[in-house]
């Protein structure tokens, strides 16, 4: 059923898939070496695979795309909001830390014209950037931004990674066929999408 997918068709036969995705969503905040978006991905290709597309049914041991997503998207507003938290109790030493780092010193400048504009679409961007996940959920803590500033946009930024993660790896597998091809490609895809939001996340505001 996981014709070229090796191995990890063992792990996303599993409900355990569903921890696995969960934890390295929710922990790529403080790690962000994770690869939480390429085992997102793979899960979903997985899906593909097995997926009945004939019949629109989904057969129980392969993920099912909903649960996944919304798994995913989970994990990634409960991570900023830990990292949040953290933050906002860090004190003096996170305080520190953070006005020696010119990239946190700028995140938190921009976070906060951002969120005083009524916008917060850097929070959404920084989901896809490397990285930016932390540094803004880190700074919108330590510069203490008001809850109901940052997590709706923090959950609105956590449903659309998990929405793209997964369709990127479902529907390419539907497009190339459940192979490693497929999980590149959407890989591939995802990274481009970091690289995009970096891009625009640097730029200077008007």
């Given amino acids: 059923m996981f014709e070229g997918l090796g191995d990890v068709g063992l792990l996303t036969a ?35 695979a097995g997926s009945g597309a004939a019949t629109g049914q989904v057969p129980g041991d392969v993920p099912d795309i909903l649960a996944l997503t919304l798994c995913a998207a989970t994990a ?15 004190g003096a030493r996170l305080d520190r830390a953070i006005a020696r780092s010119r990239r946190l010193t700028s995140a938190q400048e921009r976070l906060g014209t951002a969120l005083a504009r009524g916008g917060g679409a850097l929070v959404v961007l920084a989901r896809f950037a490397p990285a930016g996940r932390s540094v ?14 940052f997590l709706p946009w923090s959950a609105l930024a956590g ?7 997964v369709a990127l790896g479902y529907f ?28 625009v996340m640097r730029r200077k505001p008007a």
């Avoid at 790529?28 to 290709?45: C, E, M, Q, R, Y």
């Avoid at 590149?184 to 939001?197: C, E, K």
């Fill in 14 to 48: 599993s409900p355990w898939i569903y921890v696995v995705v969960g934890l390295s969503v929710l922990l790529d905040v403080f790690v962000p070496v994770l690869p939480s978006g390429v085992l997102v991905i793979t899960a979903a290709t997985a899906a593909a």
């Fill in 76 to 90: 990634s507003v409960l991570g900023d909001l830990v990292a949040y938290r953290l933050a906002w109790r860090g």
């Fill in 136 to 149: 803004v959920s880190l700074s919108a803590g330590a510069t203490h931004r008001s809850p109901r500033d």
């Fill in 159 to 165: 449903v659309t990674w998990a929405t793209y993660s």
């Fill in 172 to 199: 390419g597998a539907q497009w190339l066929g459940a192979t490693w091809l497929a999980t590149a490609v959407s890989v591939a895809a995802l990274f481009a999408a970091g690289a995009g939001a970096t891009y």
